[in-house]
């Protein structure tokens, strides 16, 4: 913007000044909620996949010979269920990871079955432990969604603070635009008036203070996405959090950060045509 | 004699009042005439800036009427005011400058406010610094300037538009005599060009040497002054 286009010299107040780290300051703390909220919403997702999922763990038999036997058995039963749409067995190299026996080591494994239920079932544990247990008496079947319950909660509990704490941030950038502005059009009251003196019209003063507005909302978004993102990729990398399931490509997809980009770019928008309409109503007073 | 020029201003039993308090200006008959010009003298506090921030549509009527270019503006909407306030030129007496801009962006406000073209702009600014003798000024800013400098420039932004009607409150209170004689010569300049022009001053003395008619606030109303005093009730013209 050309010096000579700022006819009313608004970032000369504090609070005009104070803006852009204000504002950079919400969007930060925006951006953050958000993604936090994004975070738990994934989690949330891959819980819901793993609803209908069920281990079906078979004990190492003390024939080993009869072990890929019972396996083959316990497959056949389980396909021929009309409730159970995939019977998959996780390989033994990973269930001996998962068991975290050491390399080199032949101690007898369990085998494990990965059992998908039809969706939107409510899958019947006890039935189909019977009738696991009917060519294994030993077998365990566990319900695989039931193992997260406590991180469901939390990650709900997550979805819903942060998605109103991404509110918050923007409501509050809202009411620091508007009594800026409001301030700032009292402050400046010499100069709206000789400029309308001059022939000016509301209609450009209050573009004036939208022009402002934008300048500000543009330079702390920049900000305060920056500073978020710096944040995420830190923390998530920090803490470790990239192991968890839905996390783990979080980061390196581009649809959550265009939808963390999109926090900034809302908020200019919106705080740009607040700071317009906030405009024109304080000058409508002042006259 | 039928005068035939377009009435500028034209103010009938016009009174002024600043909030709930009494009038500091009643009864007001005046009529301003395209390329008349008139001093009005009056005491300080007379209320002659009263006068002049009422024509200009700085301040509301407390009663009576008011007609700018020939149309009624005693109750004019907010949105009409601007294009009015295009037509007139105002040289304030605490020159209102905006410091944060250069001299010659404070002398092209009224032509960006206008939205003239930039060439325009650039060119009837340029001219104006250089019949004041300030163009070497151009890109400095107010605060650096003495305060003469300064009421020449607001001088310039009030006449750079050529306006069909310049209200000028004390213009040469800060100029010495070469400046002053000046600054006078360019409103005639603009007064021949069809300007009405309208000088508030409490120096008369300094005027007496320019032949304008004379109108002089007393008690919040308006008389005739000077060498031809007209009687009270006429309208002056």
């Known amino acids: ?217 543009l330079r702390g978004g920049l900000i305060g996405f920056a500073a978020a993102a710096v944040t995420i990729v830190v923390l998530l990398d920090a803490g470790g959090l990239l192991e968890l399931p839905g996390l783990a490509s979080l980061t390196a997809m581009p649809t959550p950060w265009i939808l963390l980009a999109a926090v900034p770019l809302v908020m200019v928008l919106l705080l740009t045509a607040i700071g317009r309409v906030t405009a024109g109503l304080a000058l409508r007073h002042l006259d | 004699m039928n005068d035939q020029r377009e009435i500028i201003v034209q103010l009938i039993g016009a009174a002024m009042a600043y909030g709930s308090g009494p009038d500091v200006l009643r009864d007001i008959d005046l009529t301003l005439q395209a390329g008349s010009f008139h001093v009005l003298t009056g005491r300080s506090g007379a209320g002659k800036t009263s006068l002049l921030k009422m024509i200009a549509l700085a301040r509301p009527l407390a009663r009576g009427r008011l007609d700018l270019f020939g149309q009624d503006v005693t109750h004019v909407r907010r949105h009409a005011r601007p294009g009015l306030r295009r037509r007139i030129g105002m040289i304030f007496q605490d020159f209102r400058l905006l410091d944060h801009l250069t001299v010659f962006d404070n002398v092209a406000l009224p032509l960006r406010l206008a939205q003239v073209d930039t060439k325009e702009t650039e060119m009837s600014t340029g001219e104006m610094l250089s019949w004041l003798g300030m163009d070497n000024l151009a890109r400095e800013f107010p605060p650096v300037l003495s305060m003469g400098q300064r009421q020449l420039i607001a001088a310039a932004r009030a006449v750079v538009t050529r306006p069909a009607l310049l209200l000028a409150d004390e213009p040469t209170s800060h100029l010495d005599h070469d400046r002053g004689d000046r600054l006078m010569r360019l409103f005639m300049e603009l007064n021949r060009m069809g300007t009405a022009v309208l000088i508030a001053t409490h120096h008369a003395g300094a005027l007496r040497r320019y032949p304008f008619r004379q109108l002089q606030v007393h008690d919040g109303t308006l008389w005739p002054a000077g060498p031809a005093a007209w009687q009270p009730a006429e309208r002056i013209a």
């Open chain 1, 1 to 217: 913007m050309k010096r000579s286009d700022v006819v009313i010299p608004l970032d000369r107040t504090a609070a005009g000044r104070m803006m852009t780290w204000s504002i950079a300051v919400l969007v930060y703390l925006a951006v953050l909620a958000l993604a936090v909220a994004g975070a738990a919403h994934q989690l949330l997702g891959a819980a819901a996949e793993n609803a209908n999922v069920a281990i079906v763990s078979l004990p190492p038999p003390l024939d080993a010979s009869k072990a890929e036997g019972d396996l083959a058995a316990v497959t056949a039963l389980l396909l021929a269920d009309p409730d159970i749409v995939r019977v998959d067995r996780i390989p033994a190299a990973e269930v001996s990871d998962l068991l975290g026996q050491p390399d080199g080591t032949t101690l007898p494994l369990p085998s494990l079955l990965e059992l998908r239920f039809r969706p939107a079932l409510e899958p019947d544990f006890t039935r189909v432990t019977g009738l696991v247990r009917s060519v294994v008496p030993d077998a365990v079947v566990e319900d695989a969604g039931k193992a997260g319950g406590a991180r469901i909660d939390v990650a709900e509990s997550l979805r819903l603070l942060g998605t109103a704490a991404a509110i918050m941030f923007l409501a509050a950038a809202i009411a620091l635009v508007v009594a800026v502005i409001r301030s700032a059009v009292r402050h400046q009251d010499e100069t709206v008036d000789l400029l309308r003196m001059l022939g000016a019209s509301d209609r450009f003063l209050a573009r004036q203070f939208q022009r402002h507005v934008l300048h500000v909302a």
